[in-house]
């Protein structure tokens, strides 16, 4: 199983990720981990990274894709991954369904601005990267270029909208509901298409 987290910053994607890997038994990655640990390495990408982050901007297609996918070449993630943040744009999307066969299944936790505001203002900030300026930055990307991903799945039936305004155990209710629902769907599909 290969699920993807979409959500703008502070609409519950690690949360409902660690749920979704206890309860599934794969692996909950998210991108922007394994982007911060590279900011700490003393490498020249490794700073790059680290200033493109603080500023609120996301890393360049190319780059995310290079670092992402050879990431989940990893032995832990060949049964499958649960991944947040990412794909974020249209091409990361093409390439990212090209890599996983078109398999994955894409969740939007869906909040309001006001509301991933306010849970992120109530979190300590002890991140460089989490300044007012920065999370602003970011949510206004969220809605620029990764509302284009959502239609991109949106056209591929693959994709289920879930409200994240609801209680963490509901919010996961209704992801695991619609995981399961696409599921069925798709082995329905294949049966048929065998017969």
């Not at 599934?24 to 990274?49: C, D, E």
């Not at 109530?122 to 949510?139: G, N, P, Q, S």
Request: proline share 3%; net charge neutral.
């Amino acid at each position: 199983m290969k699920l993807v987290l979409i959500g703008i910053q502070g609409a519950g994607k690690s949360t409902q990720g660690n749920l979704l890997s206890e309860k599934y038994n794969i692996p909950y990655l998210s991108s922007g981990h394994i982007f911060r640990q590279m900011t700490r390495s003393k490498t020249a990408l490794g700073r790059w990274v680290k200033e493109t982050i603080n500023a609120g901007f996301l890393i360049p297609d190319d780059k995310a894709l290079e670092v992402v996918i050879e990431y989940l070449k990893k032995p832990e993630y060949e049964k499958g991954f649960i991944l947040d943040g990412f794909p974020r744009t249209v091409p990361q999307a093409k390439a990212f369904d090209t890599f996983t066969k078109g398999e994955e299944i894409v969740i939007l936790i869906d909040v309001s601005d006001k509301e991933a505001l306010w849970r992120i203002s109530d979190r300590e900030a002890d991140r460089e990267d989490e300044t007012l300026k920065a999370i602003r930055r970011r949510i206004d990307l969220f809605h620029e270029k990764t509302s284009k991903v959502l239609d991109y799945y949106s056209e591929r039936k693959h994709l289920a909208v879930v409200d994240g305004e609801q209680t963490v155990q509901e919010v996961f209710n209704d992801i695991v509901l619609k995981v399961e629902r696409i599921i069925s769907k798709d082995n329905n599909k294949k049966s048929l298409s065998e017969k």
